[in-house]
């Protein structure tokens, strides 16, 4: 393929260095290289700290593969192309999801005089660079090495990447699970994985050691409390990253909200459902997706958020850790009416206004501070795998030696990998090499 480079090295093994996420969430990046091609699997940003991207070290990439558009995975691209102009190939959906969330984080940092460590012009240059291909379809980018995109189940379009290669004659694999889920979602299919043994597979650790309440469960209670909180006359304020999660309430809601009260979306959800609709595949029943965008009224500027803030209904907003979008402007309307709760659907990073909320501390409003008097709920509906569907993700492809990344437990898993699954585990640190 043109662009692509011969590093030359004539190495027979395949070489993994761990540039992001590594004993750690954010920033996510691991750099694959072949001895003559060197890859990029994610490149992500810690968008809660300082907006850091991985360390390239000055490293040049021949391509780079994206497993999904959270910018915990994609918010670092435009650092790639500072230097150079390599192909990024992702999932059709992903495309306008990733660009749709960079501009946002580009608005963003520039309203709070934050500095990216990027440049604009190395954003569009990425934007002409995106090159999208479906799942389940071996794609030879160069002369010995393929890649192929299994769906993740996180988010639409998320995908765990198996990169394959001859290296030196010998067929060497890695599988890069990127953020995955296992268990039944009503937006989603379960995340799928390769059916034959891999060398090495580079998992997600988020929630290592920790079982998820049972879906079915977790909704009936969400709804009853959501319910509860209209019969008091009360406006439910529904908390909700825009890509993946809104969707998923949003079809909970649907199916099983039986108030006849109003139901409201605000904030980058919209522009989300809207770009759903261009790629109905990518969900598992776009009938009953559709069907639930049709039940809700989208929000259209301030003078309506001010009046749907009134009376009670559910509205459904960004952002899901109460960082900015309208969930502010409802915060401070609710608050001081004390006609409202909160409910946040999803973990809460440290530092942010959501982890604010549960510790009990004032939130970071307008410069200022906001002692917040409404009561308020935590409903994980998480899209990340259990520690049960982490394991048996495992040893369903039975690698030769597993990298735990992306988690705050990643020492601990891999020593629970080696006592207690007899695999070959390593939880690396920030910049370390591993063969294969």
């Given at each position: 393929m043109n662009g692509i480079s011969t590093l030359g090295r004539g190495i027979d093994f395949l070489e993994l260095r761990f540039l992001g996420a590594a004993r750690e969430v954010g920033k996510s990046c691991v750099a694959v290289d072949t001895g003559e091609l060197r890859v990029a699997l994610d490149c992500g940003m810690k968008v809660h700290d300082h907006n850091e991207a991985p360390a390239l070290d000055k490293l040049r990439f021949d391509a780079c593969i994206l497993s999904h558009a959270h910018l915990d995975h994609s918010g670092g691209l435009p650092v790639l192309y500072k230097h150079e102009n390599p192909p990024t190939f992702c999932t059709f959906p992903t495309i306008p999801m990733t660009t749709l969330l960079l501009e946002d984080s580009e608005k963003l940092a520039q309203i709070n005089g934050h500095e990216l460590p990027y440049r604009r012009t190395d954003t569009m240059k990425l934007y002409r660079k995106f090159t999208p291909l479906p799942y389940n379809t071996p794609y030879e980018f160069f002369e010995g090495s393929s890649f192929e995109f299994y769906d993740a189940g996180h988010i639409p379009g998320s995908a765990g990447i198996l990169f394959e290669s001859k290296a030196q004659g010998k067929k060497k694999s890695v599988f890069y699970t990127g953020d995955f889920n296992s268990g039944e979602t009503r937006l989603l299919p379960k995340a799928k994985f390769p059916r034959d043994g891999v060398n090495a597979?580079?998992?997600?650790?988020?929630?290592?050691?920790?079982?998820h309440t049972e879906r079915a469960a977790l909704e009936r209670k969400f709804?009853?409390?959501?319910?509860?909180?209209?019969?008091?006359?009360?406006?439910?304020l529904v908390s909700s990253f825009a890509v993946g999660r809104s969707q998923e309430v949003m079809l909970v809601l649907k199916s099983l909200l039986h108030s006849k009260t109003k139901t409201y979306l605000d904030g980058m959800s919209q522009k989300v459902c809207t770009i759903l609709a261009d790629y109905p595949s990518y969900v598992k029943n776009y009938k009953a997706f559709a069907d639930a965008v049709k039940s809700l009224s989208f929000v259209n500027g301030g003078a309506m958020r001010k009046r749907i803030a009134q009376k009670p209904c559910v509205i459904l907003t960004t952002s899901g850790m109460l960082e900015g979008g309208p969930i502010l402007n409802y915060l401070k309307t609710l608050n001081k009416s004390g006609k409202g709760k909160i409910f946040l659907t999803g973990f809460q990073v440290e530092g942010t206004n959501g982890r604010k909320l549960l510790d009990g501390e004032p939130l970071s409003v307008d410069g200022g501070e906001m002692d917040v008097q409404m009561p308020f709920e935590h409903f994980d509906f998480s899209a990340h795998a259990s520690a049960k569907q982490l394991r048996d993700a495992i040893r369903r492809m039975n690698p030769e030696k597993v990298f735990c990344v992306h988690g705050d437990s990643c020492g601990a898993f891999?020593?629970?990998?080696?006592?207690?699954?007899?695999?070959?585990?390593?939880?690396?640190?920030?910049?370390?090499?591993?063969a294969i």
């Open positions: 597979v580079v998992v997600e650790s988020t929630y290592a050691f920790r079982e709804i009853n409390s959501v319910e509860d909180c209209l019969a008091d006359g009360y406006t439910a891999a020593e629970d990998l080696r006592e207690n699954g007899g695999f070959d585990a390593f939880a690396p640190a920030l910049g370390e090499k591993h």
